[in-house]
Every structure is written in structure tokens, then in C-alpha cells.
Nanobody, 119 residues
Framework: VQLQASGGGLVQAGGSLRLACAASGRIFSIKDMKWYRQAPGKQRELVATITSGGMTNYPDSVKGRFTISRDNAKNTVYLQMNSLKPEDTAVYYC??????????????WGQGTLVTVSS
């Protein structure tokens, strides 16, 4: 299974970006899908979670600005980021728990996509 992230780039403060992460390979189903980020010199931080049933969760730092969604038919998760701030600058990673069959699953990570927000 591979997770391919895309959509990062340079944006001014107050702007928007939409990240996408597509899963491919031996997929029976996908459980939780998540976005993390890691800024230079900082620990990796969870920024959004979406369950297979569509329930979402966000930390206070992005709540109201970021929206996670998924397209199960395309095995793809999205992160819509609005009102971006310089402190949102980081490498963003997608993560998914993929079931290969009814009994076996594994955790997978995308390669990361850089988001840079200028002030």
C-alpha cells in the first residue's frame, strides 16, 4: 500500500490550501485517516482525524480553520486549510490504517508535503 500526498506549496497568511492523499495497493477497507504535521525542530502533531464513518476531530489549534474529508470510493483523504497562519508552516503527512482483508491491517504514512505560510 502506498499513500501519495499532494497539494502543498507557498501561500500568504490568510490564504487557503487543499491537501490530498490517495491510497493505492492491496486495500480491503480503510479505517481512520489522519493528517499530521511537523514543523522544524518540533514534534509531529496530529491536526485532523476522520473515521470510516465520517466522524472528525481536530485540536484547538486548527479547529474552525481546517476541514478533513474523505472519498471512500477513491481511497482519498483531503485537508482543506483556510485562514492559514505562519505557524501552520510544516511538512504535512497523511496516515491511514488499511485493512488488507477481514483480519489483517497495517498503519501507513504518506511521504509528506511541505506547506509554507508567509507573513
Amino acid at each position: 500500500v502506498q499513500l501519495q500526498a499532494s497539494g502543498g506549496g507557498l501561500v500568504q497568511a490568510g490564504g487557503s490550501l487543499r491537501l490530498a492523499c490517495a491510497a493505492s495497493g492491496r486495500i480491503f477497507s480503510i479505517k481512520d485517516m489522519k493528517w499530521y504535521r511537523q514543523a522544524p525542530g518540533k514534534q509531529r502533531e496530529l491536526v485532523a482525524t476522520i473515521t470510516s464513518g465520517g466522524m472528525t476531530n481536530y485540536p484547538d489549534s486548527v479547529k474552525g480553520r481546517f476541514t478533513i474529508s474523505r472519498d471512500n470510493a477513491k481511497n482519498t483523504v483531503y485537508l482543506q486549510m483556510n485562514s492559514l497562519k505562519p505557524e501552520d508552516t510544516a511538512v504535512y503527512y497523511c496516515n491511514a490504517y488499511v485493512n488488507h482483508n477481514r483480519w489483517i491491517g497495517s498503519d501507513y504514512w504518506g511521504q509528506g508535503t511541505l506547506v509554507t505560510v508567509s507573513s
